[in-house]
Each structure stands twice: as structure tokens, then as C-alpha cells.
């Protein structure tokens, strides 16, 4: 230990732990004392992961969801640092609202610590500040809408507003600087304010120590038992926000911000009180809940060591503040599950943001085949769903695609093409029930399922089908040359192959002519288009 | 009695923390860890006719690039192709000193490092200066008339060429 004599000859230190560990807990170490602990646990989680994010991050509006889909999705471990940064947020929330709840409780407020608790209070308002700030970095449909909505109620406060709302904005409208104002603000100015206000809160806290409960009967110190309770707490909390990371791999990521689209826009949880309210007022009384109600109720906790009520009334007002947000929250949340339009709109979102995430992965790191089913299944839901079912999902508008171009799916449709689940739906109708002998229709089949691959059919049913083809008047409407217009009728020559279904995706008229109803999907990219090509091609195989 | 309590949960406490800086550490570590190497890069370098006979011409190595979260056409650096008839020789224009940016100084006819003052002959030589190999020889080859590189960075500051 010769190094550590060295250095406490130069500092000092042991004086230091010795005065951290030997702090006095008049009454004994206690459960209820361990928040402050686990919040400072919490600030040290944001610093960690807060970093290993900026170290990913780009502050343009152009690269920005970009970076954070590139953490969240192709990092290793990047949905872990995302998952723990913003868990650690989620966590702070609750915790500060404990840890402020027992402050009330042992009467910490009252002389001579008003000013620790002014500092508590300053601190909570931060907390959301960086929950606003954080929640837009990522430039996604969640932050930037939600976001949208605190900037133009920022803009609409009385004076200040509209300059206050171009200042954050970095102009009249959201764009580059707007991010990397908010990044500023998220990564160095809050950041400094909160680590001064924190050693402030701390050294104040210790300068009078724990409020003595009545009664007391011993005195302990904080080492060892205090320590071990809060060390206990820090590694709770912990394993509660890994298990809740990694059940939800990571942090939620929506599609790329899209001022054009609409979206069903939500804060983050902490703020839907405040939410909830805006949606019961009318809008004159607008500024009244989304800056009155906040400020009022800060008021209010501030002048309660001023005040001084008797500890009953403090615990009723301060319980109320608390139970009144905690309501309005759950009344938002009740709301919301009850609204139909409001649960489509999110699955919607749901599945653009999947098929961003998967899309993203396609065009920077190769899918593997599950991924590439994935994203096919996430297009389906995205763009094919509000007409076609597939594995019990969507809407029956037109043909059902479980097991398309499947033998079995070929040989039900000869027997009824104008039966619901085929083209019964749809304009495209009147093509013949083929009435040919079970052998014969096999052999037809066995043709048409060909056109998609011949690898694993029967070559003589092939040939025998393809004879049929010509003979039993297929050939009357059908091309099978796979080049030649059809007029309408589908040009059966390579049938549900890979080229197949791409000019059907760019153009399905190509295939089914005027009577057709589908619109085109020329817009996808290289590997959304394999992807949906991939998943069709799977039920041939069923 | 009390003491040996003391000490067990001291204990006890140390261990927890020590494996609460664990479950960051190692993740950290993981997610910042060294990426794999980009390898060789395939650029097409143009048409053989358009460059001038025993002069190098600086190009662009422009391919097509996975650079973390975008997927684009970037140009990578440059190097120095010299035609002698049908033939192509082509050098990194990175010093292999520190990496600056070497240029031909036709009146010298050599190349040299506006950095540190490295000197190269036209076929790559090390002639003088700081740098402790010649410059780095690209492989290229020409089909249908055009200069097609498969360019490969090397450490720089070194006698050998270890590729990054």
C-alpha cells in the first residue's frame, strides 16, 4: 500500500472517505433513506451511456436517425447502451418522485434546509428538461412530432415566447440546428447545471445531515449498514432495468422523422399528465395547463418551507400534487386504449418503424435470411396488409396470399379462380373452373408450379401438364411465354418466380391489365423488394 | 464480533460495486471495440488512353462505401498512376511516413511529402527524408481499356507493409 500512503500524504484522501463513511444517521439506517443514493447510481448510468451514445451520434438531420438506428441495430451491444440510457431516464423519474415523497415524509424541507430543497426542486425541473431534449435527438417520428408540440407551446408563453421557441428551434422551423441546439443543450448545458446542482444538493445535505426522526433510540453511522441498504437499492434498480432492456431490446426507434406524414404524436411517459390535461382544456385556457398548472404546483412545493404547515397538511398537499399527476397519467393512458382510430394509428407507426429499422439494416449490413423474412413480414404489414391477408393477418380485399403459388394453393384455385380467397374480391373474375381428371389436373398443377423453379417438381408431370396447357384451351386466354403481353390475362411463362413478382410489384397491370386494382410499388428499395419477394416465395414452399 | 460484521459487509459492498463497474465495463468495451477491416477497395480509374506517357496524374479512388450508418459513393484518397505504353504502375499518393499527401514535383521529377520532406523517384524509391519505406505500390490491372484498382491502405511509420 506503499502508493496509497504516497498519495495520502499529497491529498488527504482517507480524511475524506473516513468523514463520507462515518456520517451520522441519528435513529439507525433506514429503507426509505436509500433514493438519494440510487439517484446518484442513476446520473452515473446517464454519464456512462449517455457518452458511449454521443460517441455514435450525428446531429444532422440528414444522419441523425440514421446513427441512432446504426446503435440501436448494427453496434454490438448499442441496443444495450441505448436500452440502459433511456431506462436509466424512466428510472429517475420514479425514483426522484420517492425520494422527494420521503423528504415530505421526514420533514426535510423545514429550516434549515429550505435551500437543499430549492436545489431538489431546481433538480426535478432539469430531470424533464433533459427528457425533452433527449427525446428529439434520435430525429424520429416519436421525438420530432412530440417535440413539435413543447416548442409551440414554449412559443406561445406570454413575451418571451416566440423568441424563446426560435432560440431552441435555431430558427422559425425544425431543421439542423434545431438538433444540434438540442444536442448542446442535452450533452454540455444541462449536464454542467446538473452536476453543480447536484454537488450543491450533496454538500448542503451533509452540512446538516439526516432530519433526526422522533424518538430517536440509537445513533448509527452510514458505513456499513446505510451503505450496504443503498448499495443493495443501486443493484435492484439495476437488474430491474436490464431485465426491462432486455426484454425490449433496447429503446423504442420509429421511422425516420417525416414532416410530411401524420402520426399519432405522444410524449414520453413522464410528460403525460401534462398531456393529458392539454387534451381537456380548451384552447384559450391552453397556456393555463401546459405552464400555469406546472408552475403553480412548483410554487407551491416552493414555498412550502416558507409556509411551514403542520406535517399532515405538508404530506395532503404534496401527496395531492403527486396523486393528481399520477392520475391525469393513467387517465391519458385509459384514454388512449380505448381509442380505436388512436391503436390503429399506432400499430401503423409500428410497422413503418420496423420496416425502417429492417430496411436500414438491409442497405448497411447484410440480413441474414431471418432478418430478410422479418423485414418481408414487415413490409407486408406496412403496405399489402390493408387488401391481403398472410398468416392471419390483415384485410381480405383481394387475393389471399397464405400458401400462394403453392401446389395446393394452385390445384384449390383451377378448381374455383372466382372463390373468395383467389380473385372473388376483386374486378379481375370470370376465369373458368378447369374440370379436368384428378391425374390431368395434377399434371397442370405440377406445370404452373413449375414456372416458379423447377427444382424439387416432377419433370414428366411438367411436360404432361404442359400438353394439357395447349390442349385443354388454357392456351386460348393464357400466354405461357413469359414475354408476350397478356391482354389482361396473366402470361403464365415463369409464374411466380423472382422476375415474376417484381414486374408485378412495379407494375401488377403488366400482369392482370385494366381490370386491375393493385396499386404499383415502384418505390421500394433493392432490398425491400427481395425481402417481399423472398417472403411470397415462401408460401410456394408450404 | 461487531468489527468482523463491519468488515463482511464492507466486503460484500466492494464486491457489488466492483461488479456494478463490470456490467458497464465489458458492454463498453464491446460496443467501442475495433472494427473489422474494410479490406481491399475496387475502384475503376478510368480510360488507359487519357493518361499521358512516363508523368504521374493524381486520381481520385472514388468506390462504393458501407461507412458506418451510410451507404454511399465516397472517394477514399488518391493515387499516382504512371503509363509506360500499355503498361500502368500505380502508387499510393499517403506518405508511408505519417500519411500526408505526397505531390510530383515535375522539375525534380520526384515525389515529394509537403510534410516532413520524404523524397520518392517516380517508381516509388525512397530517396531521402524520414520515411522508412518506399511508397505503397497498388495492384491495377486494364480491361476493355479502362484502369481498374484494387486499392489497400498500409500502417504508416513503419520499414514493412502491414495492411490497416
Not at chain 1, 194 to 222: D, M, S, Y
Not at chain 1, 264 to 272: I, T, V
Amino acid at each position: 500500500m506503499k502508493i496509497l500512503d504516497w498519495l495520502e500524504v499529497r491529498t488527504g484522501y482517507r480524511a475524506l472517505v473516513k468523514a463520507a463513511l462515518d456520517e451520522e444517521l441519528p435513529g439507525g439506517a433506514r429503507a426509505r433513506y436509500v433514493f438519494g443514493s440510487v439517484l446518484v447510481f442513476l446520473v452515473v448510468n446517464q454519464v456512462v451511456t449517455g457518452i458511449l451514445l454521443a460517441a455514435g451520434y450525428a446531429p444532422s438531420v440528414h444522419d441523425a436517425w440514421a446513427s441512432v438506428a446504426y446503435t440501436q441495430e448494427v453496434a454490438p451491444l448499442g441496443w444495450l447502451v441505448r436500452g440502459l440510457h433511456a431506462s436509466g431516464a424512466s428510472a429517475a423519474f420514479l425514483v426522484v418522485i420517492m425520494h422527494l415523497l420521503q423528504v415530505v415524509w421526514a420533514g426535510a424541507y423545514r429550516k434549515p434546509r429550505e435551500v437543499t430543497w430549492w436545489v431538489g426542486l431546481f433538480l426535478l425541473a432539469l430531470l424533464f428538461a433533459f427528457g425533452l431534449t433527449g427525446y428529439l435527438l434520435p430525429w424520429d417520428q416519436r421525438g420530432y412530432f412530440a417535440t413539435q408540440v413543447a416548442t409551440n407551446l414554449a412559443g406561445a408563453a406570454p413575451v418571451v415566447g416566440p423568441s424563446l421557441q426560435r432560440l431552441v428551434q435555431g430558427g422559425s422551423q425544425y431543421g439542423n440546428l434545431t438538433l444540434t441546439r438540442f444536442y448542446a443543450l442535452h450533452v454540455l448545458v444541462l449536464p454542467a447545471l446538473i452536476v453543480v446542482l447536484i454537488v450543491g444538493h450533496v454538500a448542503l445535505f451533509r452540512r446538516h445531515g439526516i432530519t433526526p426522526p422522533e424518538n430517536i433510540a440509537k445513533t448509527a453511522r452510514f458505513y456499513p449498514k446505510q451503505l450496504a441498504l443503498d448499495t443493495l437499492a443501486v443493484v435492484a434498480c439495476l437488474v430491474v432495468m436490464l431485465a426491462l432492456v432486455v426484454r425490449d431490446h433496447g429503446a423504442p426507434l420509429s421511422a425516420p422523422a417525416d414532416a410530411g406524414s401524420g402520426y399519432e404524436a405522444r410524449p414520453d411517459w413522464y410528460f403525460l399528465p401534462l398531456f393529458e390535461l392539454l387534451r381537456h382544456l380548451p384552447g384559450s385556457l391552453e397556456l393555463v395547463g401546459a405552464l400555469g398548472a406546472p408552475l403553480l404546483a412548483g410554487a407551491v412545493l416552493f414555498a412550502l418551507p416558507l409556509l411551514d404547515p403542520s406535517r399532515r397538511v405538508a404530506v395532503g398537499v404534496v401527496g395531492a400534487i403527486v396523486g393528481v399527476t399520477v392520475l391525469l397519467g393513467l387517465a391519458a393512458v385509459v384514454e388512449d386504449r380505448g381509442d380505436g382510430a388512436y391503436q390503429r394509428g399506432r400499430a401503423r407507426a409500428e410497422a413503418e418503424a420496423r420496416v425502417a429499422r429492417l430496411s436500414f439494416r438491409a442497405r448497411v449490413a447484410l440480413l441474414s435470411s431471418a432478418q430478410t423474412l422479418e423485414l418481408g413480414d414487415a413490409l407486408f404489414d406496412a403496405r399489402c396488409a390493408s387488401c391481403h391477408v398472410l398468416g392471419g393477418r390483415g384485410e381480405a380485399h383481394a387475393p389471399e396470399l397464405d400458401g400462394w403459388a403453392s401446389r395446393a394453393w394452385i390445384d384449390s384455385f383451377l378448381l374455383a379462380p372466382d372463390a373468395q380467397r383467389f380473385f372473388g374480391r376483386t374486378p379481375i373474375r370470370g376465369m373458368k373452373p378447369v374440370t379436368v381428371s384428378v391425374e390431368d389436373r395434377r399434371d397442370l398443377v405440377e406445370w404452373v408450379y413449375a414456372q416458379g423453379g423447377s427444382e424439387g417438381t416432377d419433370v414428366a408431370r411438367v411436360q404432361a401438364g404442359e400438353k394439357l396447357f395447349d390442349t385443354q384451351s388454357c392456351s386460348e386466354c393464357h400466354e405461357r411465354d413469359g414475354t408476350s403481353e397478356g391482354n389482361g390475362v396473366p402470361n403464365l411463362g415463369g409464374h411466380a418466380s423472382v422476375a415474376w413478382i417484381e414486374a408485378l410489384l412495379a407494375d401488377p397491370g403488366t400482369h392482370f391489365g385494366k381490370k386491375n386494382a393493385m396499386p404499383k410499388f415502384d418505390s421500394l428499395s433493392p432490398a425491400e423488394r427481395a425481402a417481399i419477394v423472398t417472403r411470397l416465395r415462401v408460401e410456394r414452399l408450404r | 464480533m461487531a468489527d468482523s460484521r463491519r468488515s463482511v459487509l464492507g466486503m460484500i459492498v466492494g464486491a457489488a460495486t466492483a461488479g456494478l463497474a463490470l456490467v458497464y465495463a465489458i458492454p463498453a468495451a464491446i460496443y467501442l471495440r475495433r472494427r473489422r477491416s474494410e479490406g481491399e477497395i475496387a475502384s475503376d480509374l478510368g480510360p488507359l488512353a487519357a493518361l499521358p506517357e512516363r508523368r504521374p496524374v493524381r486520381l481520385p479512388v472514388i468506390a462504393e462505401r458501407t461507412d458506418a450508418w451510410s451507404h454511399t459513393r465516397e472517394t477514399m484518397g488518391s493515387v499516382f498512376v504512371v503509363r509506360t505504353g500499355s503498361d500502368v504502375r500505380v502508387l499510393d499518393s499517403a506518405c508511408p511516413h505519417t500519411g500526408c499527401s505526397v505531390d510530383w514535383d515535375e522539375q525534380a521529377s520526384a515525389f515529394r511529402c509537403p510534410c516532413h520532406r520524404s523524397t520518392f523517384t517516380i517508381d516509388g524509391e525512397r530517396t531521402g527524408g524520414p520515411a522508412q519505406r518506399g511508397l505503397d505500390p497498388q495492384e491495377a490491372t486494364v480491361k476493355g481499356g479502362r484502369v481498374l484498382l484494387r486499392y489497400r491502405r498500409y500502417r504508416s511509420g513503419r520499414a514493412d507493409r502491414v495492411p490497416v
